[in-house]
């Protein structure tokens, strides 16, 4: 199998279509699932955001110092679009967490919910940390760098996210 | 200690593990990334004379084929048996030119076929009309399978299965007439 290097290495030299696309089809899905967490699940902006990443990551790509693997530092370019594209969009969720948090509970009548969504309720920063940190695993710096926050603030948030979704996980531990 | 030190427990570090890591976009989104690439000029666009000859020549067979059914004596069978034969024997720029030389005797056939008056043996039109159809998707099934990524070539196939099933919900099968020489 032709390694990312040598791949990466055609898009850059030549821009070779056949590269791109076996670059594509091999880190797409996982880029199209972490779009999807970050942008609570909607398939059309996460396809936007993917899109996104390529043309962001092929412009990019001859600066690319391959001090992580290809994989993380695209993973750490969708964090960036998703950003952008929440902002863009003004999906600010006007609910604060303590609503989300009780209306869930309520809805839920004590029974947890599973991970998945518990992460797709978490307002948007909390997520992105979230799912950036503990399911694709980069680290307080990559994600400081995508998501251009401090390193102290994506601890801070992550720190939050955890409780927030352990809150939506576990509501009677968290009424008592 | 960090005020921020939280560590998941296991269980929850299980359950992370346990997340799907994958998950399919559309088809179509790949198509439209290499096209914004392609009008970004980041990439460059694929070399179109490499196309596998087997294939083109497959494509050709089925043109050449139903091309002389279409025009009768335009194409002996014998002719067609000689350019299959050539098709598989020579190299891909003949078999290329093979597509070129059968699809424009297609693209006459038809063009002669439009110039008889609808009035005149329009049973006869009516089946030429038909053998040309027929011809034409499966050009374009082989021309799907020539170049899968293609969204023009799969647009043209949806439009003509469209077409062929909704003509076979209307017509019943005593109405189609094709007879195949």
Redesign the interface.
């Known amino acids: 199998m032709t390694s990312d290097r040598d791949l990466v290495d055609g898009?850059v030299r030549?821009?070779?279509?056949?590269a791109?696309?076996e670059l594509?089809?091999r880190h797409?899905?996982?880029l199209?699932?972490t779009a999807?967490r970050l942008l609570g699940q909607s398939?059309m902006d996460?396809?936007d955001a993917?899109?996104e990443t390529?043309?962001r990551a092929?412009?990019e790509m001859g600066r690319f110092r391959w001090e992580s693997s290809l994989g993380t530092w695209l993973i750490a370019i969708v964090g960036n679009v998703a950003r952008d594209q929440l902002r863009s969009a003004r999906r600010r969720e006007a609910r604060d967490l303590a609503t989300v948090v009780e209306l869930e509970v309520e809805h839920h009548q004590g029974v947890g919910i599973d991970?998945?969504r518990a992460i797709a309720l978490l307002p948007e920063g909390y997520r992105a940390v979230l799912v950036l940190h503990?399911?694709e695993g980069l680290t307080h710096e990559e994600i400081g760098a995508a998501l251009g926050i401090a390193p102290g603030t994506s601890?801070?948030q992550?720190?939050g996210a955890?409780?927030s979704m352990?809150a939506l996980l576990n509501p009677m531990r968290n009424e008592g | 200690m960090m005020p921020y030190d939280d560590d998941l427990t296991p269980v929850e570090l299980q359950a992370f593990e346990e997340l799907a890591r994958r998950h399919e976009p559309s088809q179509l989104l790949e198509e439209r990334t290499v096209r914004a690439l392609l009008a970004e000029g980041l990439l460059r666009p694929r070399a179109r004379r490499t196309l596998p000859w087997v294939v083109a020549a497959a494509a050709a067979s089925v043109v050449l084929y139903l091309g002389g059914v279409a025009t009768g004596q335009w194409l002996s069978s014998r002719q067609a048996t000689e350019m299959i034969s050539t098709m598989e024997q020579n190299h891909a720029l003949e078999a290329a030119a093979l597509v070129q030389q059968t699809g424009s005797a297609y693209s006459q056939a038809i063009a002669a076929l439009a110039q008889i008056p609808t009035s005149a043996d329009s049973q006869d039109v009516s089946q030429g009309r038909e053998v040309a159809l027929t011809a034409l998707y499966s050009a374009a099934n082989e021309l799907v399978r020539l170049t899968p990524d293609d969204p023009v070539v799969v647009r043209i196939l949806q439009v003509l299965d469209h077409d062929r099933t909704e003509s076979d919900t209307v017509q019943s099968p005593a109405t189609r007439r094709v007879i195949w020489f």
């Not at chain 1, 030549?14 to 056949?18: K, W």
């Open positions: 898009v030549d821009g070779n279509e056949r791109f696309r594509y089809r797409t899905p996982r199209y699932l999807l398939p996460a396809e993917v899109q390529w043309i092929v412009r991970l998945e503990d399911v601890k801070s992550l720190f955890r409780r352990r």
